[in-house]
């Protein structure tokens, strides 16, 4: 084989494989509820739970497959019966399954492992310049946040928190709120948390919900 046949055929595979790993945006989607509600052994009763959570994927503003990007909506909610305080915490956990490490090696072939590899009977220099990548998945937000993330690996990114007072409800709502990771070489998955930490007189207690993953 050429080298430029050599160099067309790379051009074509990575293509192919970078488009099956970016495929796909799906509609706004919308998820369903949740709610716990605890009761302490002298009655004394905390609820957290979340709702109107929602899902917008957007094509990345950067064209790469290997980005993804998406604004949620979230409200997350808890209750302490009185007296007693709290605090409300809501985020996301965030995965990508596998990273990005696309090389070409000397054999015909491609798998997925750790990375990718691609391989085509040829050297890299002799294929085209600038197609040897090593790429983690790097995550970011729209509060600022940025920081890498190792393939497999779960972050939680803390979105906001609330105090809570006994005998009412206390909200954290969130809206178009932007996350976007980049080198992501396998499917994103997204959970939603609440949690709530409670104090009383007598009662010291936390709880949780967890959302339906979103999977992009």
């Known amino acids: 084989m050429s080298n430029k046949s050599a ?4 051009l074509s595979i990575a293509t192919l494989a970078l488009g099956i790993i970016g495929a796909g945006h799906a509609d706004a989607a919308a998820y369903a509820a949740h709610q716990n509600i605890y009761t ?6 905390f609820t957290v739970g979340h709702t109107d959570l929602v899902a917008v994927p957007v094509p990345p503003q950067n064209g790469m497959p290997t980005t993804r990007e998406v604004f ?9 019966d009185s007296p007693g305080t709290g605090m409300l915490k809501t985020g996301y956990l965030v995965s990508c ?18 990375g990718l590899t691609l ?15 090593s790429i983690g998945p790097e995550i970011s937000a729209s509060i600022g946040l940025d920081l890498e993330v190792e393939a497999g690996a ?58 339906d993953v979103i999977v992009l």
């Open 119 to 133: 391989g085509l009977g040829a050297s890299p220099d002799s294929l085209a310049p600038g197609l040897n990548a």
């Open 7 to 10: 160099r067309a055929a790379a």
């Open 72 to 80: 949620l909506d979230n409200t997350s909610y808890g209750q302490i």
């Open 40 to 45: 302490a052994p002298n009655g004394f009763a």
């Open 154 to 211: 779960i972050e939680q990114i803390e979105v906001a928190t609330k105090p809570l007072s006994g005998g009412g409800i206390g909200y954290a709502m969130s809206r178009d709120f932007h996350l976007k990771v980049e080198g992501c070489g396998g499917p994103l998955s997204i959970r939603p948390y609440t949690r709530i930490e409670v104090e009383s007189p007598e009662v010291n207690g936390n709880g949780a919900v967890y959302g």
């Open 97 to 114: 399954a596998v990273d990005i490490d696309l090389s070409f090696g000397t054999h015909l072939g491609a798998g997925i492992g750790a």
